[in-house]
């Protein structure tokens, strides 16, 4: 739940951006000095491109979620039994105890998209983001394909 309220305040503290820069961008538009002008679309492209980021982000937030609780309702979330830290935090040990588990479910399914967004979890635990975000992008690519097909 946090992490959505973060999300949403992120994308309130943009839109705030976004106006603010629109005026100044405006303003700098209707001066007719060549820097100006440069800098008033300089001031309209950068926004645009910080939109579609937090829109791509914000986006593969929705999606991993709903893999998540159609997941939960399949009762095929992982269950291992791993240590948690008072703050809510896999013990390192445990989760890479447990990875090898599922590498090899996704080794010998590559085409299941649950198996990856349980690897993706088992990524997560062992505190390896980057691997973990593309392993639930992975999923998402099958289970969008597996639903379309």
Not at 3 to 14: P, Y
Not at 41 to 66: D, K, M, N, S
Request: aromatic share 6%.
């Amino acid at each position: 739940m946090s992490a959505r309220i973060g999300a949403i305040v992120m994308a309130v503290l943009l839109a705030l951006y976004i106006v603010l820069v629109g005026q100044r961008a405006l303003l700098l538009l209707g001066s007719g000095d060549p820097i100006g002008v440069a800098m008033g679309v300089a001031l309209i492209v950068l926004p645009l491109i910080a939109v579609w980021a937090l829109g791509r982000e914000l986006w593969f937030g929705v999606r991993a979620e709903q893999l998540a609780r159609r997941l939960e309702g399949e009762d095929a979330l992982p269950e291992d039994i791993v240590v948690v830290r008072p703050s809510g935090r896999v013990e390192r040990e445990d989760a890479d105890a447990v990875f090898p588990t599922y590498r090899a479910d996704v080794e010998a399914e590559p085409e299941d998209w649950r198996a990856w967004y349980r690897l993706a979890l088992a990524y997560d635990a062992a505190g390896d983001r980057r691997r973990a975000r593309g392993a639930v992008r992975t999923a998402i690519k099958l289970e969008s394909a597996d639903r379309r097909g």
